[in-house]
């Protein structure tokens, strides 16, 4: 069994004090995509680069990059570590930010250890894994890929108006590397579960095989504003009401189907958004998961199907445009063996799994094998300042990451 162990002290210091950049006066962390509060993480994080000693390298999308470029090894594909470090709203301190913290940790304790890898090894922070300020989400490691032309991500608004590309220039994190610029030997993605699986069967890992399918879309639905004291029922075209019934009908089809099927509606906006008006507008977004492609195709189908329904039935027009449409992604069996023999040589339990989130690594896997690392989340909860993961749980994770490391950088 290999013995070596990351730093521990390091590695939980430097989450816990990522974990405090970006936070407002109310104590909520939230680092939006090319943000000012984004900016000062990216910025500790290519400090603690420079400071490792590595490269840095930023492409046009942002995504930031430490490389290790030991003697001799120069020619090779890198192994590529990575996650992200911009959060939802009123965030958790592990999602993506123990990826990438961790990675640089596997290079740093490598390096220190005086290990020769066989070919560089880089750490990446992928720009705007989130989706909450730009669509789609994981844009960064998409475009990365080949899966999104970086000038059209580079264009996109945001739901406040903002530009990318502009917000990218002035927070200084507009690169001149072009996306895809190291191509993967392969990658892996230390990550928290964001779910209950691990902690309820009391498993300390998960070896990621699959992560399921995303259809993200915005619904309009224009409705006539009128006097809510005034306006009888039956001459009403409410888009509040019309809306607050594609939600039910959302959550009854998931609950009643025995399937993996997911969704979520988690914006909602009315207008004019006045007590004593009927809302004459009203737009939200629809999140749909499974990790089976033909099920997937079925749920948008079946809400097509009703939004013309509510349409007749209401009396209202409804609008929908598509914001991301990801595949289920099987990810490399190879990887996913190296994660389960690394974690028996440990003594660790590990089981096989399906990640639910959307990860940097099923963008990676189109141009690398590529697989996950999972560790618990305490009660499954993420997204949410309560997310939780042990300190064991992350050293444990982290080591597993080093072992694979060491196994795929360490063959000729
Ligand atoms: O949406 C997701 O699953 C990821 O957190 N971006
Ligand atoms: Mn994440
Ligand atoms: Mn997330």
């Known amino acids: 069994m290999n013995n070596q162990s990351i730093n521990p002290t390091r590695l939980l210091g430097r989450l816990a004090e990522l974990g405090a950049i970006g936070r407002d006066p109310g104590g909520r962390l939230t680092r939006l995509a090319a943000s000012d509060t984004e900016k000062a993480g990216r910025d500790r994080f290519a400090y603690w680069i420079e400071a490792a000693g590595l490269d840095i390298a930023i492409d046009r999308i942002g995504n930031v990059f430490g490389i290790w470029n030991p003697e001799g090894v120069a020619d090779a594909a890198p192994l590529m570590l990575g996650s992200h470090i911009d959060t939802v709203i009123d965030a958790g301190i592990y999602d993506g930010c123990y990826g990438v913290l961790a990675g640089l940790e596997v290079i740093e304790a490598l390096k220190e250890a005086g290990f020769s890898p066989s070919r560089p090894i ?18 960064g490691s998409l475009v990365y890929s080949g899966g999104l032309d970086v000038d059209a991500a580079l264009a996109t608004v945001g739901t406040d108006g903002t530009v990318l590309g502009d917000e990218l220039r002035r927070i200084g994190y507009a690169g001149n590397h072009e996306p895809g610029f190291l191509r993967p030997h392969a990658y892996i993605e230390l990550h928290i579960e964001q779910g209950p699986v691990l ?3 009391g498993i300390a890992l998960g070896a990621v095989e699959n992560l399921q399918g995303i259809s993200w879309q915005r619904v309009t639905i224009e409705g006539d504003a009128n006097h ?8 009403r075209r409410d888009a509040g009401h019309a809306a607050a019934r594609v939600i039910t009908f959302l959550r009854d089809r998931a609950r009643a189907s025995n399937t993996p099927t997911v969704a979520t509606v988690g914006c909602m906006e009315f207008q004019p958004n006045a007590i004593n008006v009927i809302p004459s507008r009203a ?8 990790p089976d492609e033909t099920r ?17 039935e209401e009396d209202v027009a409804i609008s929908v445009e598509r914001l991301a449409r990801f595949e289920p992604v099987q ?6 063996g190296a994660i389960e023999t690394a974690a028996r ?19 990676i896997a189109r141009i690398a094998p ?10 499954g909860i993420s997204h949410n300042p309560k997310e939780f993961t042990a300190d064991g749980d992350l050293v444990d994770g982290a080591n597993i990451l080093l072992d694979v490391v060491r196994k795929l950088a360490g063959e000729g």
């Open 370 to 379: 590529s697989a996950m690392i999972f560790v618990p989340s305490k009660d």
């Open 283 to 290: 737009t939200f977004t629809v999140d749909l998961r499974d």
């Open 122 to 139: 880089t750490v990446a922070a992928f720009t705007n894994e989130e989706g909450v300020r730009y669509a789609p989400d994981m844009m």
């Open 228 to 235: 809510a004291g005034t306006t009888p029922i039956s001459m």
């Open 199 to 201: 902690e309820r069967e």
């Open 296 to 312: 997937l195709k079925d749920e948008e189908a079946a809400l097509a199907a009703f939004l013309e329904t509510i349409a007749k």
């Open 331 to 336: 990810f490399d069996a190879g990887i996913v």
């Open 345 to 363: 040589a440990r003594d660790l339990t590990c089981r096989r799994m399906t990640s639910g989130a959307g990860h940097d690594a099923q963008m």
